[in-house]
């Protein structure tokens, strides 16, 4: 009787260390299948930034081209530069990239036939300058600040400034 409790044991033992080693395997599987879901959520995450950071770049050059145009219109129509009018602020107009409230339309100009979002821009006459690099060594321009401002429909947000000379006609 009691050698056969004892073989009763014997064979339950391989039993338990093999199912106790399984769920030990199971158990780093788990931890190790966790560890590089985290991971790819991470990179997918950060890739989904990046690709809205892009965009909002990129419609920041449509919004440039269109302030370009603005400005153009400007020099063409021979507007008085010393007048301020929405969106467009003459010399001495102490105004900076983080004092604009781009939510106030009647502050700014707002880019039209943007699909993926918006933008709006700023243009600030800093005087006549004389160039002094080619192709117009010399030359007199008009001298612009154009401060950029875009958002994607999905929250990717831009803010640059440039400045921009026209010839002076």
Same mark, same amino acid.
């Given at each position: 009787?009691?050698?056969?409790?004892? %073989? =009763?044991? #014997?064979?339950?033992?391989?039993?338990?260390?093999? /199912?106790?080693?399984?769920?030990?395997?199971?158990? /780093? $599987?788990?931890?190790? =299948?966790?560890?590089? *879901? #985290?991971? =790819?959520?991470?990179?997918?995450?950060?890739?989904? @930034?990046? &690709?809205? &950071?892009?965009?909002? &770049?990129?419609?920041? @050059?449509? $919004?440039?081209? &269109?302030?370009?145009?603005?400005?153009?219109?400007?020099?063409? %129509?021979?507007? %008085?530069? +010393?007048?301020?009018?929405?969106? *467009?602020?003459?010399?001495?107009?102490?105004? !900076?990239?983080?004092?604009?409230?781009?939510? %106030?339309?009647?502050?700014?100009?707002?880019?039209?036939? /943007?699909? =993926?979002?918006?933008?709006?821009?700023?243009?600030? !006459?800093?005087?006549?300058?004389?160039? /002094?690099?080619?192709?117009?060594?010399?030359?007199?321009?008009?001298? *612009?600040?154009?401060?950029?401002? +875009?958002?994607?429909?999905?929250?990717?947000?831009?803010?640059?400034?440039?400045?921009? +000379? *026209?010839?002076?006609?």
């Amino acid at each position: 009787m009691n050698s056969a409790h004892n %073989d =009763a044991v #014997k064979k339950a033992t391989p039993h338990g260390i093999v /199912l106790a080693s399984n769920l030990i395997m199971l158990l /780093l $599987v788990t931890l190790i =299948a966790t560890a590089l *879901f #985290k991971n =790819a959520l991470n990179q997918s995450q950060m890739s989904n @930034h990046y &690709q809205l &950071q892009l965009l909002s &770049q990129n419609m920041s @050059h449509l $919004v440039t081209a &269109q302030a370009k145009s603005y400005i153009e219109s400007l020099l063409e %129509d021979n507007v %008085d530069l +010393t007048v301020p009018e929405i969106g *467009f602020y003459p010399e001495h107009s102490a105004l !900076y990239l983080t004092d604009i409230n781009w939510q %106030d339309n009647g502050a700014v100009v707002s880019a039209s036939s /943007l699909t =993926a979002g918006k933008g709006q821009y700023v243009v600030i !006459y800093l005087g006549k300058t004389t160039k /002094l690099s080619e192709p117009f060594i010399g030359a007199e321009h008009h001298l *612009f600040k154009l401060l950029l401002h +875009t958002e994607t429909a999905k929250g990717g947000e831009y803010q640059s400034q440039k400045l921009l +000379t *026209f010839l002076v006609n």
